[in-house]
């Protein structure tokens, strides 16, 4: 797959938590981005003094590939304060264009996988190549009855990023699929549509025990705030997976 550059044009943008937006653009050339669901792409601008920089975001983009690549291109964007990135995000009008180039990465989930369960550990914004991944893991269900644990933690209710969607996809896949919300600072309301059993109270690396990782059945992967990311990686190799079955991907937010 071709790396390549190219002008993306907002068609629109709403917000997922107090301080994270979702964005949806298409290629300002009128050609389709073909990517592999945990890839990303990367958005060149300048700083105020003309420096060239760049920051990396995963493509959130759902779509069947088997009918081709998909129109839209999304991302989520943290919103840093007195960051530059922040800056060019908040100010950018429907129609307007970014410069991009990608995809790049090998997050994905491989074709040779045979494990019987695929552990998903995500924080912020490191959820969002799992819910790329979502057509080919109901696939995967359908065609091998994989399992799937998704923990994804956050601070707050509100910052559970597309947590409607992971909790509508455990619903559907109620065999297969558990999505389990771990909430450092503030559990869900009594009359919370995330105010159900699979919520824990805490940090995911807490919370690895209960689902006894198992080097003959699991691959792992990590994506987010690396301490979470490296605290988690420990301790999986502790439960004797091999590094080849725990995949990671740190995001390191900067201004």
Partial sequence: MAIQHFPLKLV????LAPTVG?????????????FIPGQFIQVHFTYA??????????????????????EGVEIAVSYVTGGAATALF???????TVDASGPFGRFCLMPSDSNKRYLLIGTGTGVTPYRAMLPQLETQIR???????????????????YGDEFRAFADKHPNNF???????RELPAA???HAHSDVRHGYVQQF???????????????????NMVDACFESLKGYGLPVPQIRREKYVSSK
């Fill in 49 to 70: 003094d003309g420096t060239a920089t760049k920051r990396s975001y995963s493509l959130a983009t759902i779509h069947d590939h088997a009918l081709g690549p998909g």
């Fill in 178 to 184: 558990r999505f389990v919300p771990c909430l450092s």
């Fill in 208 to 226: 690895l025990a209960e689902f006894a990782p198992d080097a003959a059945h699991d691959i792992a992967y990590l994506c987010g705030n690396p």
């Fill in 191 to 193: 009359d919370s549509a």
């Fill in 22 to 34: 979702h964005y949806t653009f298409v290629r300002g050339d009128d050609q389709p981005l073909d």
């Fill in 90 to 96: 908040e100010g950018l009008d429907e129609g307007a």
């Fill in 143 to 161: 065609q091998r009855g994989v399992q799937v644990v998704l923990l994804f933690g956050a601070r707050t209710p509100v910052e559970l990023l």
């Fill in 12 to 15: 629109s943008r709403r917000m």
